[in-house]
Structure formats: structure tokens, C-alpha cells
Antibody, heavy 120, light 110 residues
Framework: EVRLLESGGGLVQPGGSLRLSCAAS????????MSWVRQAPGKGLEWVSG????????YYANSVKGRFSISRDNSKNTVYLQMNSLRAEDTAVYFC?????????????WGRGTTVTVSS | QTVVTQEPSFSVSPGGTVTLTCGLS?????????PNWFQQTPGQAPRTLIY???TRSSGVPDRFSGSILGNKAALTITGAQADDESDYYC??????????FGGGTKLTVL
């Protein structure tokens, strides 16, 4: 069974940093791209960042470009989201998603999410 | 700034058919945008229903189907059931690795 388990969320002050992790199991992790998607309280889904199978290609939404960094460790079956210069508007549940067998086919399986709260 | 548009809300009677759409603020949606559709109930993770316009994700009943209707992507639910009452989101591939979600449609079954 494909499983994605996010961790690393919490309360952080504006301007602070946080690193999210997503541990994958049940599939050949190194063969699939991955994405992070967030959902602010009471709002819709927002794609945040994506990464190719090898990690060589990384993509970001304009809202986080220059502040967030996505990476992966295929030896640990884990994808990360390093979040710097956090703002109140980054408060959200962050979901990890496995891309389909072709990255551009879309998101396939989702984790349950981890909550990030940016507040003083 | 590309905006992906969805109906904010829709209602359908039990057993009925409903079609939700996913458009662009400027231009037409085609298969080249690889539209995906997701279902989400409050407090839960999204569930993938459709990817690449019309391919059902594993385990998704054939009551759910995806297509291109005119200049929009569409999700059609036939034989609506009470547990179809959820939020439905589409996402479009903008190229260069980038995705944009629509604002979501709240579907009521009554």
C-alpha cells in the first residue's frame, strides 16, 4: 500500500524557519516526482512546490519562490520542504503528494498533512 | 496571473447527474493542461478522482468521469449519492513543472 507521512509542522514566529518531511513507502520512491500542496484554514488547495524523480528539477509557486526549497533523499524515501522567512499567510495544512507515473499527469496519492502555524 | 475557475457551489438530487467545470480566466482548457480532479471532505486529505483529463484513479467508481466540454474541463458525477457531498477541486498543469488549483466547488446532495 502506498503511504505518505508528513511531519515537522508546528508553531513558528514570523520570519522563522521550519523543515517539513514526507516519508514514503509502498512504491519505488526514486521513480516518481513529488509535490507539496497546502491549504490555509477555510480555504482551497494551493500547489506549493514539486520535484522530479531524481531531484534535478525543482518547481515553485510564485508565492513561495525564493523562500521555500524542496529536496529529496531517495536513499531515505523522503521528500523535504525547507521553509524560510515564514509569514502569517503561510499558515496552512501542508500535504505531500506523489505524482503520477508522468509528472505532468498530476497528483496520485496524498498524505494526511502536517499543520504549520505562523504567529507571534 | 492565471486564474483557474470553478463554480463555488452546486447542488444535485440523490440519484441525479451533475457536471462541475474547470476553466481559465483567459483561454481554453485542453488536454494539454492534463486536468486532475480531487474530492475532499472537511478535515481530510484530498482524494484523487481523475487525472490527465479522463483517467480514473485506482478504486474510483465509474460514476465519476472526466472530459473536456467546450473550453473547460469537466467532472461528471452520475447517480449522485449522499457521500458524494464534498468539496471538489481541479488542478491544471501550466507547463515548466507548475500547477494551479481552482478555488473548489462545494457540492451538496439534497
Amino acid at each position: 500500500e502506498v503511504r505518505l507521512l508528513e511531519s515537522g509542522g508546528g508553531l513558528v514566529q514570523p520570519g522563522g524557519s521550519l523543515r517539513l518531511s514526507c516519508a514514503a513507502s509502498g512504491f519505488t520512491f526514486s521513480s516518481y516526482g513529488m509535490s507539496w500542496v497546502r491549504q490555509a484554514p477555510g480555504k482551497g488547495l494551493e500547489w506549493v512546490s514539486g520535484i522530479s524523480e531524481s531531484g534535478g528539477d525543482r518547481y515553485y509557486a510564485n508565492s513561495v519562490k525564493g523562500r521555500f526549497s524542496i529536496s529529496r533523499d531517495n536513499s531515505k524515501n523522503t521528500v523535504y520542504l525547507q521553509m524560510n522567512s515564514l509569514r502569517a499567510e503561510d499558515t496552512a495544512v501542508y500535504f505531500c503528494a506523489k505524482q503520477n507515473f508522468n509528472y505532468h499527469y498530476g497528483m496520485d496519492v496524498w498524505g494526511r498533512g502536517t499543520t504549520v502555524t505562523v504567529s507571534s | 496571473q492565471t486564474v483557474v475557475t470553478q463554480e463555488p457551489s452546486f447542488s444535485v438530487s440523490p440519484g441525479g447527474t451533475v457536471t462541475l467545470t474547470c476553466g481559465l480566466s483567459s483561454g481554453s482548457v485542453s488536454t494539454s493542461y492534463y486536468p486532475n480532479w480531487f474530492q475532499q471532505t472537511p478535515g481530510q486529505a484530498p482524494r484523487t478522482l481523475i487525472y490527465s483529463t479522463n483517467t480514473r484513479s485506482s478504486g474510483v467508481p465509474d460514476r465519476f468521469s472526466g472530459s473536456i466540454l467546450g473550453n473547460k474541463a469537466a467532472l461528471t458525477i452520475t447517480g449522485a449519492q449522499a457521500d458524494d457531498e464534498s468539496d471538489y477541486y481541479c488542478v491544471l498543469y501550466m507547463g515548466s513543472g507548475l500547477w494551479v488549483f481552482g478555488g473548489g466547488t462545494k457540492l451538496t446532495v439534497l
